[in-house]
């Protein structure tokens, strides 16, 4: 709710810096509430959609850590962004293709932890 709230009010106090028309009465001033209202509620779930696409809709998604790309990797493991992944990658084009999860471990910033979280999401065949 307070990121909602913080939005609104940063929405609306943009629209009051920008805008030079004051709004004379009760309807433009509703006018003005429900297209405030609808931008961040537009923003706010889409936010959410972000959130559950990352946290639910991939939960039974595996990744083959030989053939998937940076992004592909950092999309359906947990607690790898961009940064660890392309570092997978490049470890994985310099010293040759994984023969296990464990082996992430070689890898510069994942450890045992990481792996352990991503057990059933990682595959090298």
Request: with cysteine; proline share 0%; net charge negative.
């Amino acid at each position: 709710m307070k990121f909602r709230n913080i939005l609104h009010l940063i929405l609306a106090s943009l629209l009051l810096c920008l805008s030079s028309v004051t709004l004379a009465d009760k309807a433009s001033d509703e006018m003005l509430n429900d297209s405030i209202n609808k931008t961040a509620d537009g923003l706010i779930d889409e936010t959410v959609d972000k959130t559950v696409d990352k946290t639910v809709d991939e939960t039974s998604l595996i990744v083959n850590i030989n053939e998937a790309d940076a992004k592909t990797i950092a999309r359906v493991l947990l607690n790898i962004g961009i940064k660890k992944a392309q570092a997978i990658v490049d470890y994985r084009e310099k010293y040759g293709h994984f023969y296990s999860a464990e082996e992430l471990s070689a890898v510069r910033g994942i450890g045992q932890r990481t792996i352990e979280k991503n057990e059933g999401r990682i595959t090298t065949q």
